[in-house]
């Protein structure tokens, strides 16, 4: 089996990109393969932490529902990071006749805090990406859609000083169509 559930994740639980993951779940094989691939290609100036790439991320288990059972994996090291987010990937076994693969189901370039969520899509946790700083701020929310996670919603806002407010732009993806809102001022 590609993961060992110690003490798997469960719904509404977060990882947080500035908090190191207590009693971090060991990383296969074929996922470390991956990550070495995305330093190559995706962060060039991370390149001395391909020599111990086991080093250079950690992972927690989360169950996604009764029988898969999957690994979100965010970098220990700042160096794949911005000031307010890493990003994130998560992986699930592979279904027989080789579960010791790992599929890619998730990947988020960015993300302060990933969050499963107590509602579900087709049988797995939604998923939640937020962050930002006091001057501005995201959240992207992902379904299930069979094969993996697609975004549904997003928003991006911008503390706006003067109107003591942020100032959002929104776009949902209803009846198959993304609508774009903004919004003027949300109060916090």
């Known amino acids: 089996m590609l993961l060992t559930l110690s003490s798997p994740m469960l719904a509404?639980?977060?990882?947080?990109?500035?908090?190191?993951?207590?009693?971090?779940a060991v990383i296969p094989a074929p996922v470390l393969s991956y990550l070495a691939q995305e330093i190559q290609s995706g962060f060039p100036e991370c390149k001395a932490h391909a020599a111990n790439i086991s080093r250079a991320f950690e992972a927690k288990t989360v169950d996604?529902?009764?029988?898969?059972?999957?690994?979100?994996?965010?970098p220990r090291s700042?160096?794949?990071?911005?000031?307010?987010?890493?990003?994130?990937?998560?992986?699930a076994a592979a279904p027989a006749p080789d579960p010791a693969v790992?599929?890619?189901?998730?990947?988020?370039?960015?993300?302060?805090?990933?969050?499963?969520?107590?509602?579900?899509?087709?049988?797995y946790p939604d998923i939640k990406v937020s962050g930002g700083l006091l001057s501005h701020g995201y959240e992207v929310?992902?379904?299930?859609?069979?094969?993996e996670y697609q975004e549904i919603y997003n928003q991006v806002w911008v503390w706006n000083a003067e109107r003591e407010c942020?100032?959002?732009?929104?776009?949902a993806l209803k009846d198959g169509k993304w609508i774009k809102t903004s919004n003027d001022c949300l109060k916090i």
Do not use: H
């Open 12 to 24: 509404g639980d977060y990882i947080s990109a500035d908090q190191a993951i207590n009693q971090p």
């Open 64 to 74: 996604l529902n009764s029988s898969v059972p999957a690994l979100v994996v965010k």
């Open 78 to 91: 700042r160096c794949f990071c911005t000031s307010d987010g890493c990003p994130m990937w998560v992986f």
């Open 102 to 123: 790992a599929k890619l189901i998730f990947e988020s370039p960015m993300a302060g805090l990933l969050t499963f969520s107590d509602r579900k899509t087709r049988g």
């Open 141 to 147: 929310r992902y379904v299930w859609d069979g094969a």
């Open 166 to 171: 942020n100032e959002a732009e929104i776009e």
